[in-house]
């Protein structure tokens, strides 16, 4: 079974408007991190946040964890047509390596 | 400073050949790792080297998949012989230390049998 799981599957919006991307878990973990990836390239590194941390912001986004929901959120906001790419969550379930969902895929439309 | 680096970016094959996948990291990490996609679901963890030691490969599916990390710098991941079902993106990462927790990935190779 998955560690992670991103929900939606996928998101349509348009250019401006905010997308929000939710990850759930199952097991306890030290942090989550967030990484996007363009169409055919590797995934870039969005932001990290800890156990005991409960939002985090990097420019345009913010990220939110919820330890007793076992859940985080991804917001992007003023979304712009480079924002189009998947978006993966990632936990360090078992402290030795990192475990990603399936991801959602991101289409900002012009 | 360069990143990630895979090669080859494609690899077309026939069931039953032999693959090699090679993955050179960011210099001074320690830490690579062997991801796979496969059909667009989730990105499954495959081993992890610390230096030239494998740390954890309980994700490598089975036998026919070798990984090698010779002196600690790059890597190698070996299917033999390859089957339908290893078709997917094989993304190696590193890190420079376990605590950052901030992964580099390479583009990927995307490797097809056929």
């Known amino acids: 079974s998955q560690q992670g799981e991103e929900d939606p599957q996928a998101l349509s919006i348009q250019e401006g408007e905010n997308a929000t991307m939710n990850c759930s878990y199952k097991t306890s973990i030290n942090n989550l991190q967030w990484y996007r990836q363009n169409s055919g390239r590797g995934l870039v590194h969005l932001i990290l946040i800890r156990s005991n941390e409960r939002e985090k912001h990097s420019g345009r986004l913010r990220v939110t964890l919820d330890t007793s929901k076992k859940s985080s959120s991804l917001l992007i906001t003023a979304s712009r047509a480079a924002d189009t790419a998947s978006y993966f969550c990632?936990?360090?379930?078992?402290?030795?390596?990192?475990?990603f969902g399936p991801g959602t895929r991101l289409s900002v439309l012009p | 400073e360069a990143g990630v680096t895979q090669f080859p970016s494609h690899s077309v094959i026939e069931k039953g050949q032999t693959v090699t996948l090679r993955c050179d990291p960011i210099?001074?990490?320690?830490?690579l790792y062997w991801y796979r996609r496969v059909m667009g679901k989730e990105i499954k963890f495959l081993l992890h080297?610390?230096?030239?030691?494998?740390?954890?490969e309980s994700g490598m599916p089975n036998n026919r998949f070798l990984a090698e990390r010779t002196g600690g710098t790059y890597s190698t991941l070996k299917v033999q012989p390859a089957e339908l079902e290893d078709s997917g993106v094989y993304f190696c990462?590193?890190?420079?230390?376990?605590?950052?927790?901030?992964?580099?990935f390479g583009s990927g190779t995307q490797l097809s049998v056929l």
């Open positions: 990462a590193s890190s420079q230390n376990w605590a950052t927790g901030k992964l580099f």
């Open positions: 210099s001074g990490h320690d830490n």
């Open positions: 990632a936990t360090d379930a078992n402290g030795q390596n990192f475990v």
């Open positions: 080297f610390v230096k030239e030691s494998k740390q954890d």
